[in-house]
């Protein structure tokens, strides 16, 4: 799993529209990387939602926000339009949880990713990290805070 003070692994995966994002390619702004469970389940909509609701505070930081889980891309969109998310949505589906594993995300015996939320500055460094395990949410107001001190 990396640190926080170590740079972030890079990755390239499909948004719900099947285009194709790489951290890399993100680098210039803070971007919060968000993995959770499944779609459509209580506790991630729960989290997703939150970040929603609170969207002006990431916008403010010029952060982009990318929620990443095993989920194809058609169930990512659905999903998506049902609830509102002005962020992205990223499938890790292919191959299963391989950025989850890059991560030190991944819940094997479950066969998803556990809840993780990392911040990787303009640079391309971690500068905060949580990962809980698949029943405990995130407090998503640690973000904003974390989001506000990296500056």
């Given at each position: ?30 971007v ?81 990713a556990?809840r ?36």
């Amino acid at each position: 799993m990396p640190e926080v003070g170590e740079p972030a692994p890079d990755f390239t995966l499909p948004d719900e529209t099947n285009q194709k994002v790489a951290l890399s390619e993100l680098r210039g702004r803070p971007v919060v990387l968000v993995f959770y469970p499944l779609a459509f389940s209580p506790t991630c909509e729960g989290e997703l939602c939150a970040i929603r609701d609170d969207f002006a505070a990431y916008e403010a930081a010029g952060a982009e926000v990318l929620g990443i889980s095993i989920d194809s891309w058609y169930a990512l969109r659905a999903w998506k339009a049902q609830q509102g998310f002005r962020h992205r949505l990223l499938s890790d589906r292919l191959p299963l949880g391989a950025v989850a594993r890059l991560y030190g995300t991944w819940n094997e015996e479950r066969g998803y990713a556990n809840r993780g939320t990392f911040i990787v500055d303009r640079e391309g460094m971690i500068r905060y990290r949580v990962v809980n395990p698949p029943g405990q949410a995130r407090n998503e107001a640690e973000y904003v805070a974390a989001l506000a001190a990296i500056g």
